[in-house]
Protein backbone atom coordinates (compact mmCIF):
# COMPACT_ATOMS: atom_id res chain seq x y z
CA UNK A 1 0.00 0.00 0.00
CA UNK A 2 1.41 2.94 -0.74
CA UNK A 3 0.96 5.89 1.56
CA UNK A 4 1.65 10.03 1.63
CA UNK A 5 2.47 11.63 4.78
CA UNK A 6 2.75 15.58 5.23
CA UNK A 7 4.66 17.39 8.26
CA UNK A 8 5.85 20.79 8.87
CA UNK A 9 2.60 22.88 8.89
CA UNK A 10 1.70 25.45 11.39
CA UNK A 11 0.83 28.83 12.44
CA UNK A 12 3.18 31.48 10.91
CA UNK A 13 2.81 35.72 10.31
CA UNK A 14 2.70 37.12 7.04
CA UNK A 15 5.41 37.17 5.12
CA UNK A 16 7.24 34.66 7.12
CA UNK A 17 8.28 30.96 5.82
CA UNK A 18 7.41 27.40 6.35
CA UNK A 19 8.95 24.49 4.73
CA UNK A 20 6.31 21.49 3.88
CA UNK A 21 7.22 17.44 3.89
CA UNK A 22 5.98 14.62 2.31
CA UNK A 23 7.04 11.53 3.26
CA UNK A 24 6.19 8.28 0.61
CA UNK A 25 6.37 4.70 0.72
CA UNK A 26 5.68 2.28 -2.39
CA UNK A 27 7.47 1.42 -5.30
CA UNK A 28 6.72 4.41 -7.74
CA UNK A 29 8.23 7.10 -6.31
CA UNK A 30 11.42 7.69 -8.34
CA UNK A 31 9.10 8.33 -11.63
CA UNK A 32 6.33 9.35 -10.45
CA UNK A 33 5.13 12.73 -10.95
CA UNK A 34 4.29 14.60 -7.19
CA UNK A 35 2.44 18.24 -6.27
CA UNK A 36 1.13 19.95 -3.82
CA UNK A 37 -2.49 20.80 -3.73
CA UNK A 38 -4.37 23.09 -1.27
CA UNK A 39 -7.73 23.18 -0.11
CA UNK A 40 -9.70 25.83 1.68
CA UNK A 41 -13.05 24.93 3.61
CA UNK A 42 -16.14 25.23 0.95
CA UNK A 43 -13.93 25.76 -1.73
CA UNK A 44 -11.76 22.98 -4.43
CA UNK A 45 -8.98 21.57 -3.94
CA UNK A 46 -6.40 23.58 -5.90
CA UNK A 47 -3.10 22.78 -7.63
CA UNK A 48 0.07 24.30 -5.75
CA UNK A 49 3.47 22.93 -7.31
CA UNK A 50 4.26 19.99 -8.93
CA UNK A 51 7.58 17.95 -10.15
CA UNK A 52 8.11 15.26 -12.20
CA UNK A 53 10.63 12.58 -12.57
CA UNK A 54 12.78 14.72 -14.29
CA UNK A 55 12.92 17.40 -12.19
CA UNK A 56 10.93 19.42 -14.21
CA UNK A 57 8.63 22.28 -12.07
CA UNK A 58 5.67 23.62 -12.62
CA UNK A 59 3.87 26.55 -10.16
CA UNK A 60 0.24 27.93 -9.53
CA UNK A 61 0.28 31.73 -10.80
CA UNK A 62 -0.41 33.10 -7.06
CA UNK A 63 2.98 30.97 -5.80
CA UNK A 64 5.25 31.56 -8.58
CA UNK A 65 8.32 33.35 -7.39
CA UNK A 66 7.61 32.80 -3.72
CA UNK A 67 7.15 28.66 -3.51
CA UNK A 68 9.58 26.06 -4.65
CA UNK A 69 8.72 22.53 -4.78
CA UNK A 70 11.71 19.88 -4.35
CA UNK A 71 12.28 15.90 -4.15
CA UNK A 72 14.88 13.73 -3.11
CA UNK A 73 14.18 10.17 -4.54
CA UNK A 74 16.98 8.53 -2.50
CA UNK A 75 14.78 9.78 0.73
CA UNK A 76 11.51 9.08 -0.81
CA UNK A 77 11.06 12.76 0.05
CA UNK A 78 9.24 15.85 -1.02
CA UNK A 79 9.33 19.55 -0.01
CA UNK A 80 7.41 22.84 -0.86
CA UNK A 81 9.49 25.99 0.75
CA UNK A 82 7.24 28.49 1.01
CA UNK A 83 8.50 32.02 1.60
CA UNK A 84 6.60 35.62 2.00
CA UNK A 85 3.92 33.99 3.34
CA UNK A 86 0.81 35.84 2.47
CA UNK A 87 -2.75 34.92 4.65
CA UNK A 88 -4.38 33.83 1.22
CA UNK A 89 -1.74 31.26 1.68
CA UNK A 90 -3.67 30.03 4.42
CA UNK A 91 -5.09 26.22 3.76
CA UNK A 92 -4.56 22.61 4.39
CA UNK A 93 -2.06 21.15 1.91
CA UNK A 94 -2.04 18.08 0.82
CA UNK A 95 0.49 16.08 -1.17
CA UNK A 96 -0.06 14.07 -4.02
CA UNK A 97 1.54 11.27 -5.89
CA UNK A 98 0.16 10.02 -9.80
CA UNK A 99 2.69 7.40 -10.49
CA UNK A 100 2.20 7.95 -14.76
CA UNK A 101 5.45 9.54 -16.34
CA UNK A 102 4.07 12.81 -17.01
CA UNK A 103 5.29 15.87 -19.40
CA UNK A 104 2.93 18.34 -18.54
CA UNK A 105 3.26 18.36 -15.17
CA UNK A 106 -0.86 20.06 -14.58
CA UNK A 107 -2.31 16.94 -16.53
CA UNK A 108 -1.66 14.67 -13.60
CA UNK A 109 -4.14 12.74 -11.85
CA UNK A 110 -3.44 11.72 -8.50
CA UNK A 111 -3.81 8.03 -7.10
CA UNK A 112 -2.37 8.68 -3.51
CA UNK A 113 -3.18 11.48 -1.33
CA UNK A 114 -1.61 12.70 2.34
CA UNK A 115 -3.90 13.28 4.75
CA UNK A 116 -3.46 17.10 4.96
CA UNK A 117 -1.19 19.92 7.05
CA UNK A 118 -2.79 23.35 8.41
CA UNK A 119 -1.25 26.10 7.18
CA UNK A 120 -2.20 29.35 8.89
CA UNK A 121 -0.78 32.66 8.14
CA UNK A 122 -1.96 35.67 10.27
CA UNK A 123 -2.06 39.20 9.68
Known amino acids: QETLVESGGGLVQAGGSLRLSCAAS????????LAWFRQVAGKEREFVAG???????AYADSVKGRFTISRDNAKVMMYLQMDSLQVADTAVYFC?????????????????WGQGTQVTVSS
Open 96 to 112: AKDPAVRLIIPTMRPTT
Open 51 to 57: INWMGNT
Open 26 to 33: GRTFGTAT
